[in-house]
């Protein structure tokens, strides 16, 4: 069972912003594309983002679009997400997920992507 690992979630104040970290110790992220998922209540998962395995190849829906930006450090073998400008709607679990191919679908949704972790709870309050 091949399962990521992700961290940086809590509770922030609306125009905030969270750094979230998408890791597997034992899995080869940098040989996949990576995407980024969320769920709140009563919804279905969306796609958040997206990137390939090559570098500046990254997709972002369109509700995040210029608020949101991820990227990758190889080294680390970590996909990041960072957040800003936070609003309301963005509150949602958060899942980070790997595309078994080396670049992000045209369209990221769940079908596509093979490997999840658990999720990180991402709060936005006033």
């Known amino acids: 069972q091949v399962q990521l690992e992700e961290s940086g979630g809590g509770l922030v104040q609306y125009g905030g912003s969270l750094r979230l970290s998408c890791a597997a110790p034992?899995?080869?992220?940098?040989?996949?594309?990576i995407g980024w998922f969320r769920q709140a209540p009563g919804k279905e998962r969306e796609g958040v983002s997206c990137i390939s395995k090559s570098v500046g190849v990254t997709y972002y829906a369109d509700s995040v679009k210029g608020r949101f930006f991820i990227s990758r450090d190889n080294a680390k073998n970590t996909v990041y997400l960072q957040m800003n400008s936070l609003k309301d709607e963005d509150t949602a679990v958060y899942y980070c997920a790997t595309d078994l191919s080396s670049s992000c679908p045209d369209i990221v949704v769940v079908p596509t992507f093979d490997y999840w972790g658990q999720g990180t709870q991402v709060t936005v309050s006033s």
């Open positions: 034992e899995f080869p992220l940098d040989n996949y594309a």
